[in-house]
C-alpha cells in the first residue's frame, strides 16, 4: 500500500510537468514539476523497479502453488508499476527536449551575434561562464555562489514621499567592473529591489556588479509611473556609479516579466539615458500589451485584463494611447541594443509566440536579437535557481552578457 501511494504521488508530481496551472495557487506545481524533473525522474525509476520486482515474485509463487494468494496485494503492486512507469515518461519528457533545445539556442545565438562571438569574448571572462547547459551535480547540491560584497537599502529617490532604494552586489575584490541593472517582476503590483538574489548574487561573483533597483507599484500608481522610477534609478546609477566600481560604458538591463517590460522600455526608449545600454535581456515579459489584452492564454491563471488594466488604469478601449505607448514592440523599429529574449514554452501567463514576435521585429529593424524557448518551462521558470530551465538560461544568458560587456 504504501508503494501504491508513493508511486500516486510521484506521478501526480510529474503531471504537472506537462499541464499548465489553470489558476494561480497551482503556480508552484507548474513552475516547480519541469525544473525538478531530473529528481521526478530518479524517484520513479526505482519506485517502478520495485514493483516490477514485487509483482513478479508474487506471480510466481502464485504460479508454483497454482493458486492466486493475495490478488489485491498483486493488483496494488500492478498499479503502483503503471503510475511509476506514466511517472518516468513524464519526467524524461524535459531531459529529452533538451539537445534540440541547446541546438536551437546556439543556431539562434549564432544568428543574432556571429558563430564566433566566443572568441571575441576576454578569457577572463570566459573562464567565469558555466562550462554546459545544465550539470546534474549542480542540479543536486545547489549552483555555487563564492563570496561576494553586499550593499542594501540605498535610497535613491523619493517620488510623492514613498522611498525607493536599490541593492549593489559587488565582486569580493575591489575594481572597476561591467554592470547588470536588474529591474524586478512581480506584474507591476508586487516585487522589490531584493528580489532573485540569488542571481545577483551569483553574477556579482563572475565579475559584475548588479544593481537592483525598485519602483512604485500599481494599482495605487499607474504607468508610466514605473518606467520614470526606472529612469530616475539610471540616472542615480550613471551619477553615483564609479562610486560602487561601475564602467559606466558597460552596463546591461535584465529583467523578469513586469520587470523585462519595463527593462525593454528603458533601454529602447526614444530619450534613453545618456549611459550607454550595451545589452538587453527579457526573461517572459510582456512586449505587447494591447495584443495580450484580446489574445489571452488558455488557461489564463493571473487572469491577464484585470492584471493589464490595474496597471494601465483601464481598458484599450479607454486608454488605448496608454496601451500603444507601454508596449516595447512598438519601439523595435530601429537598431536598439542587443536583445536576448528567453521564454517558456509552457507559459500561460505571457506566451512564448509574443516574444518570438518581438525577437522578429528588433531583427527586422536591424537589431541583434536572439529568441530561445525553452519547451517544458513554465513562467517565472528561474525561480528554482538550479532546475533544469535555470540552468540553460543562465548558460546563454552568461555568455551573451560577456559578449555584449566585453
Not at 207 to 215: P, Q
Request: with cysteine.
Amino acid at each position: 500500500m504504501l508503494l501504491l501511494i508513493i508511486s500516486g504521488i510521484v506521478l501526480f508530481l510529474s503531471c504537472w510537468i506537462l499541464i499548465p496551472a489553470p489558476i494561480f495557487s497551482l503556480m508552484p506545481l507548474s513552475v516547480g514539476a519541469p525544473e525538478i524533473s531530473p529528481l521526478l525522474a530518479a524517484l520513479n525509476a526505482p519506485i517502478a523497479l520495485l514493483a516490477l520486482w514485487q509483482s513478479t515474485q508474487l506471480f510466481r509463487r502464485n504460479a508454483k502453488q497454482r493458486q492466486l494468494k493475495s490478488p489485491k496485494k498483486l493488483r496494488r503492486y500492478r498499479i503502483a508499476l503503471a503510475f511509476s512507469t506514466m511517472g518516468l515518461i513524464l519526467s524524461l519528457f524535459p531531459l529529452s527536449q533538451l539537445p534540440s533545445t541547446i541546438q536551437a539556442a546556439e543556431s539562434a545565438i549564432a544568428q543574432a551575434i556571429g558563430s564566433n562571438y566566443l572568441a571575441q569574448i576576454p578569457d577572463r571572462m570566459q573562464s567565469q561562464m558555466r562550462a554546459q547547459p545544465f550539470s546534474f551535480l549542480d542540479f543536486l547540491q545547489g549552483i555555487p555562489s563564492p563570496p561576494i560584497r553586499f550593499t542594501t537599502g540605498i535610497q535613491f529617490a523619493t517620488p510623492d514621499r514613498v522611498p525607493l532604494t536599490l541593492d549593489i552586489y559587488r565582486p569580493s575584490q575591489t575594481g572597476i567592473y561591467p554592470a547588470i541593472v536588474v529591474v524586478h517582476g512581480g506584474g507591476w503590483q508586487g516585487g522589490s529591489a531584493a528580489d532573485h538574489a540569488k542571481f545577483s548574487r551569483y553574477m556579482a561573483a563572475k565579475g559584475y556588479v548588479v544593481w537592483s533597483i525598485s519602483y512604485r507599484l500599481a494599482p495605487r500608481y499607474t504607468f508610466p509611473t514605473q518606467l520614470e522610477d526606472v529612469q530616475v534609478a539610471l540616472k542615480f546609477i550613471q551619477q553615483h556609479g564609479r562610486e560602487y566600481e561601475t564602467d559606466l560604458g558597460r552596463i546591461a538591463l535584465i529583467g523578469r516579466s513586469a520587470g523585462a517590460h519595463l527593462a525593454m522600455l528603458a533601454a529602447y526608449s526614444p530619450d534613453p539615458p545618456s549611459m550607454p545600454i550595451r545589452a538587453v535581456v527579457n526573461y517572459y515579459g510582456p512586449v505587447d500589451l494591447l495584443a495580450g489584452y484580446y489574445d489571452l492564454p488558455s488557461p489564463d491563471p493571473i487572469d491577464s485584463r484585470t492584471m493589464l488594466k490595474t496597471f494601465l488604469g483601464g481598458t484599450p478601449e479607454q486608454f488605448g494611447d496608454r496601451y500603444r505607448l507601454a508596449s516595447p514592440i512598438n519601439l523595435a523599429n530601429r537598431p536598439m541594443p542587443p536583445s536576448l529574449l528567453i521564454y517558456g514554452g509552457k507559459d500561460r501567463i505571457v506566451m512564448a509566440k509574443f516574444g518570438n514576435e518581438m525577437s522578429r521585429r528588433l531583427q527586422s529593424a536591424g537589431t541583434q536579437s536572439a529568441f530561445l524557448e525553452i519547451p517544458w518551462a513554465d513562467h517565472a521558470f528561474d525561480e528554482v535557481f538550479q532546475g533544469l530551465s535555470n540552468q540553460f538560461a543562465l548558460y546563454y544568458t552568461e555568455r551573451f552578457l560577456a559578449w555584449a560587456l566585453r
